[in-house]
């Protein structure tokens, strides 16, 4: 069955630096999304991407983050210059659209 | 704003007994409605969902959801838990298929042998 990968699954990074966490959806799939749960927290969404841009963003992604599809298989999650507060499990999602959202495994991410 | 509300967040359980979790949602339109699982070290997966027709659905594992809608609610249900179900589990909706998810604060269940 196909499967959202991510990688890495564990980054640890100083405050200030730059980080890109990476996923490949679903080959198939047109919407991709990031999510994210600070620990002890809910799960929040951050982002939808459709056709190369951007369809949806909430109030965390601020001008600190971006997304990009590089080519035709990956999906990336960029911050520019990380804080202590990104510390949290990032997920990357993909679905058809029309359907469920399916999801990878996350990427642990710690800022010191 | 569309929110989730999940009104147990640690239920602990001996094998055997019945499960229901309690999710309620805040939105006067329509919505799709899921229940996602994860289990320890793994990723979330999708337990089961409803969009539209029989209130009542059927997901993976012996688990099942009934939609109220006079409620806003989408109770899980399972008639006799297992050890293997110990995992953190999450109600969300959105609003169409390709929206973003709202989730609700997730219930960790704890099954003991």
């Known amino acids: 069955e196909p499967e959202v990968t991510q990688t890495p699954s564990h980054q640890v990074t100083q405050m200030g630096q730059e980080v890109i966490l990476r996923c490949v959806p679903i080959s198939n799939h047109l919407y991709f999304y990031w999510y994210r749960q600070i620990l002890g927290q809910k799960v929040e969404f951050l982002v939808s991407?459709?056709?190369?841009?951007?369809?949806?963003k909430s109030e965390i992604f601020d001008d600190q983050f971006s997304v990009e599809r590089p080519d035709g298989s990956n999906f990336t999650l960029k911050i520019r210059s990380t804080k202590l507060e990104d510390s949290a499990m990032y997920f990357c999602a993909s679905s058809t659209g029309a359907d469920t959202q399916y999801f990878g495994p996350g990427t642990r991410l710690t800022v010191l | 704003a569309q929110s989730v509300s999940q009104h147990n967040h640690h239920v602990i359980l001996s094998e055997a007994a019945s499960l229901e979790l309690g999710c309620n949602y805040s939105y006067g339109g329509t919505v799709n409605l899921f229940w996602y699982v994860q289990y320890p070290g793994q990723h979330l997966q999708l337990l089961l969902k409803y969009f539209s027709g029989d209130p009542l659905v059927k997901g993976i594992k012996g688990f099942e959801a009934e939609f109220i809608k006079s409620k806003f609610s989408f109770n899980l249900r399972k008639p006799s838990v297992q050890w293997s179900d110990t995992a953190e589990y999450f109600c969300?909706?959105?609003?169409?298929?390709?929206?973003?998810?709202?989730f609700g604060a997730g219930t960790r269940l704890a099954v003991h042998p």
């Open positions: 969300a909706v959105n609003t169409g298929g390709y929206n973003k998810l709202i």
């Open positions: 991407f459709y056709n190369n841009e951007i369809s949806e």
